[in-house]
């Protein structure tokens, strides 16, 4: 199936930024869509960012609407978020996802998930 490996995470300060990757491998020819969900200490899973794969379209949670980037190397089978302004709210565990459909990544529903990697903001 599908395998999905999230790197990039780490410590920064309120204002700063970090580039998350998600490298997918394994069987990729059904995977339309790919995204990031993330979850808090005592909070429900939360969607954040998420784009077609051929398409390019993107969608975006309006906590990190103008802040973050999603983004994809078809080459590489790679995807990206380029997150800027960070702020303490952003601290979590950040997940990346893939699907065969938009919708199911944005409804936290997406088929394949990754190990996730840690965010954590100071203030």
């Known amino acids: 199936q599908l395998q999905l490996v999230e790197s990039g995470g780490g410590l920064v300060q309120a204002g700063g930024s970090l580039r998350l990757s998600c490298a997918a491998s394994g069987r990729t020819f059904s995977r339309t869509a790919m995204g990031w969900s993330r979850q808090a200490p005592g909070k429900e899973r939360e969607f954040v960012a998420a784009?077609?794969?051929?398409?390019?379209?993107?969608y975006y949670a309006d906590s990190v609407k103008g802040r973050f980037t999603i983004s994809r190397d078809i080459a590489k089978n790679t995807v990206y978020l380029q997150m800027n302004s960070l702020k303490p709210e952003d601290t979590a565990v950040y997940y990346c996802?893939?699907?065969?459909?938009?919708?199911?990544?944005?409804?936290?529903?997406?088929?394949?998930w990754g190990q996730g990697t840690q965010v954590t903001v100071s203030s």
């Open positions: 784009i077609g794969w051929i398409s390019g379209v993107t």
């Open positions: 996802n893939a699907d065969s459909s938009l919708s199911d990544i944005v409804d936290r529903a997406a088929d394949y």
